[in-house]
């Protein structure tokens, strides 16, 4: 198989993408002209040019399981189920039109954003809040966690705002526990840093 | 006497169609033309006009001729009236002044009293006086100081009278001052023998004239080995510390305002309770926090980070130094002075690295906030120097390696052949004379010879321009002659090796007398019609011409830069010579 690029009319829009009972589930809209589909997902901190490598030395495999990076040949079929257990969260879906000896790909990075969807990855925030009285003062704990970033300790994945002011959370802090002093009126808001914002959601759970 | 006076009116005349009229005005005036007697006395100026009338022809007739207390507006009118000037582009005033008994102030003051307008194109004719050794320093002094002020003064004529046994011999001062007015006008000598006795009477001029090519290239390698040879410069380094410190400080702390932390910005650090908690006279700092409070400190850490990051993004547009490092400091010359202790580029910067970059003490009394505010603005601090001190560094080895190509291309233009000019450097005349000029101008000029060499853009710039120019301004105040002795006898008679001939013919030692006199029968085709048929060069026994001759072998090639042509115009009769 040779790995070529697509054109337009080659491009198979995804309808969903979402995580489903352990499951990511696809659906996409049927195309008439090519009844067979590569239903590629890869990680979203695997780039399109590192995608495309991939693909070039295994584009004979019509299923793919690697690091980060997973496919399957479909043949006229609109949807697919592949367990989450199979590749991390956040992932990028994108489907790769193939014809008799071709596979089909997106010609850029940025071609290829338009087309993939994301399915983010989450990042909890379990926050606990304890109040003294009569003291005007309250302490939260809060506890970043994900289990799966894969980026340096040093790297700032969150944030946490105190009146106003701003706090990074890095990789390294995830799981522990981050003590703070606030007035009783005020709380922590922990939010993703700007960056991850497009890979993953904060979930808060208040105790 | 008659004869001569024509032949020699002849050549001036010849010589001064050949060359035309740049630089030499020797014909009759074409535009109306007064002469002024400034202070001539009655005999030589009678003598004078008797040889102006053969100079020019019709100058009785059509040529006014007035004194100091002349009513200028009257002659004026009446060169006005005379039907022969009917277009009035310019005036020409000659004005006749003895240079011994003249004091410049009032020469000027008259100048500019009665002829103060560009209608008027001032000619001076100047009469020095040497009957005594005082005279002749005070007309050397008024000639120089004339020639090198010369105001509205268009043309200078010089006529002398010092004779020492028939040569004109004008001394140091009267060679110097004659160079000076071979590069500027034409300089014309005559002797007053030729108006007051039959005896001898000498006659010499010089036109504009170029250097020749061997001194162009033998002042241009002195010149290159003075450039090329800098001084040690040991300390450099400290005077661009000196220099640059400031301005790298004033724009880091331009840079910094912006990004620095104030304590409020660390009230909810991670286990803020505790830290506020401790004491403020316990010693800390971010080792400490480290150990005692890893995850305050991994925030804090942080923070420091993206305020960095943040700094990364702002300063894209570097700051630019190039007003600064263009300024004299940083020349080859320097640079180059610097490297001759075998050191290296970069030690350029050490210094000034050294004292932007040192790490500051920082208290680690006070509470923690105070601390870490102090740290996380020292870091930002450094970032935001080290930043500046980059592109500083980056711009200022730019500017070093671009002086250091300045002395490759100087360093090759000296090893040029065309330079390695051997025959010229055995001439100790040569050398010591013009040597010393390139010597002293390069002394008096270096700065700003350095700077224009060092403002070159390639070599060719450097070869075309820059040389070009400074060797321009060298020649312009020390004026040397293009057209050797040689050439110029050669030229006369219209045959090759006449020179040489005669040279060998001063080499037979019998001829050679003080006060020599050299029967030279091949210039007779331009003296043909006088009486003795002979014509003798004179030559003063101090004249360089006797010393070449005596090597005129192996000097050959190149001997003819060292001639004084102020010799050689000595022209004589034989039978006036006593």
């Given at each position: 198989m040779e790995i070529k690029y697509m054109n337009p009319q080659n491009q198979i829009m995804i309808q969903d993408a979402k995580i489903v009972n352990q499951n990511y589930s696809i659906s996409w809209l049927a195309s008439v002209y090519h009844?067979?589909?590569?239903v590629c997902v890869k990680s979203s901190w695997i780039t399109y040019d590192e995608l495309k490598k991939i693909l070039e030395n295994?584009?004979?495999?019509m299923r793919h399981q690697g690091n980060g990076v997973y496919w399957q040949k479909v043949t006229r079929q609109t949807s697919l189920q592949i367990l989450t257990t199979t590749i991390k969260a956040p992932v990028d879906v994108i489907l790769l039109p193939v014809t008799k000896n071709e596979i089909l790909i997106p010609a850029d990075g940025e071609e290829c954003a338009k087309l993939q969807k994301t399915i983010k990855g989450v990042i909890k925030c379990i926050k606990k809040r304890k109040s003294f009285f009569p003291v005007f003062k309250a302490a939260e704990h809060l506890t970043f966690v994900n289990d799966?970033?894969?980026?340096?300790?040093?790297?700032?994945?969150a944030e946490y705002m105190v009146d106003n002011l701003r706090y990074p959370v890095t990789a390294a802090m995830l799981g522990q526990t981050i003590s703070i002093q606030i007035p009783k009126n005020s709380t922590c808001q922990p939010c993703i840093t700007k960056n991850l914002n497009s890979k993953y959601n904060l979930t808060i759970s208040e105790e | 006497m008659k004869k001569l006076i024509d032949c020699c009116v002849a050549e001036i005349r010849n010589k001064s169609e050949r060359n035309g009229a740049v630089g030499y005005?020797?014909?009759?005036?074409?535009n109306p033309s007064i002469i002024v007697n400034?202070?001539?006395?009655k005999k030589a100026l009678d003598s004078y006009y008797e040889f102006l009338e053969q100079l020019w022809p019709g100058v009785y007739l059509n040529i006014p001729r007035a004194d100091r207390e002349s009513d200028f507006e009257a002659i004026e009118n009446q060169v006005r009236a005379n039907?022969?000037?009917?277009?009035?582009?310019e005036i020409q005033i000659h004005v006749l002044v003895n240079m011994t008994k003249c004091t410049l102030e009032d020469l000027r003051l008259f100048l500019k009293q009665k002829f103060n307008s560009p209608l008027y194109k001032i000619i001076l004719h100047e009469f020095l006086d040497y009957e005594r050794q005082n005279q002749i320093e005070t007309s050397e002094k008024n000639l120089l100081n004339l020639m090198e002020n010369?105001?509205?003064?268009?043309y200078q004529f010089v006529y002398s009278n010092r004779l020492s046994n028939g040569a004109m011999w004008l001394g140091e001062s009267g060679l110097k001052i004659a160079r000076l007015a071979a590069n500027i006008t034409a300089i014309m000598s005559i002797d007053s023998h030729y108006f007051n006795d039959n005896n001898a009477y000498t006659f010499s001029y010089n036109l504009l004239e170029k250097p020749t090519r061997k001194i162009v290239q033998f002042s241009i390698r002195r010149l290159l080995e003075k450039v090329c040879?800098?001084?040690?410069?040991?300390?450099l380094d400290q005077d661009i510390l000196r220099r640059y410190r400031g301005s790298i400080q004033r724009e880091a702390a331009y840079g910094t305002g912006s990004f620095l932390f104030r304590?409020?910005?660390?009230?909810?650090?991670?286990d803020n309770k505790k830290l506020q908690k401790e004491k403020a006279n316990i010693k800390k700092g971010i080792a400490s926090l480290e150990r005692n409070y890893p995850i305050a400190a991994m925030c804090f850490n942080a923070m420091i980070k993206q305020k960095v990051s943040e700094i990364n993004r702002s300063r894209a547009k570097k700051v630019d130094f190039s007003g600064e490092l263009?300024?004299?400091?940083?020349?080859f010359y320097a640079v180059e002075g610097f490297l001759?202790?075998?050191?290296?580029?970069?030690d350029l910067l050490g210094s000034l690295k050294t004292a932007l970059l040192h790490e500051r003490q920082i208290s680690?009394?006070?509470?923690y906030s105070k601390v870490l505010t102090e740290y996380a603005n020292q870091v930002i601090e450094d970032e935001i120097t080290e930043r500046i001190f980059a592109a500083f560094s980056e711009q200022f080895m730019k500017k070093i390696d671009h002086t250091s190509e300045v002395y490759q291309w100087l360093l090759e233009c000296l090893r040029?052949?065309?330079?390695?000019i051997h025959a010229i450097e055995k001439e100790a005349n040569l050398t010591n004379y013009y040597g010393g000029r390139v010597d002293d101008y390069f002394a008096s000029h270096a700065e700003e010879i350095i700077a224009k060499l060092d403002a070159c853009s390639d070599k060719e710039d450097l070869l075309k321009n820059r040389l070009h120019s400074i060797l321009l301004q060298i020649f312009d105040s020390n004026p040397v002659y293009y057209k050797s002795f040689e050439e110029e006898i050669n030229t006369r008679v219209g045959k090759v090796d006449i020179a040489k001939k005669m040279f060998e013919e001063i080499s037979e030692k019998d001829s050679v007398t003080r006060n020599i006199c050299i029967n030279?029968?091949?210039?007779?085709?331009?003296?043909?019609?006088?009486?003795?048929?002979d014509v003798l060069i004179l030559i003063h026994p101090n004249s360089k011409l006797l010393r070449l001759a005596d090597n005129y072998k192996p000097l050959e090639s190149s001997r003819q830069d060292c001639v004084e042509r102020i010799d050689f115009h000595t022209l004589s009769l034989k039978p006036e010579v006593k």
């Open positions: 009844p067979d589909i590569l295994h584009c004979e495999e799966s970033l894969p980026v340096k300790g040093d790297e700032i994945v | 005005d020797a014909q009759a005036p074409r400034y202070n001539l006395d039907p022969l000037y009917l277009s009035l582009s010369r105001d509205r003064i268009c040879n800098c001084p040690e410069y040991a300390n304590e409020t910005d660390f009230k909810y650090l991670p263009s300024e004299p400091l940083l020349t001759k202790g075998n050191r290296q580029k970069k680690d009394e006070g509470t040029s052949p065309e330079l390695q030279w029968m091949n210039l007779q085709f331009k003296l043909e019609k006088m009486e003795t048929g």
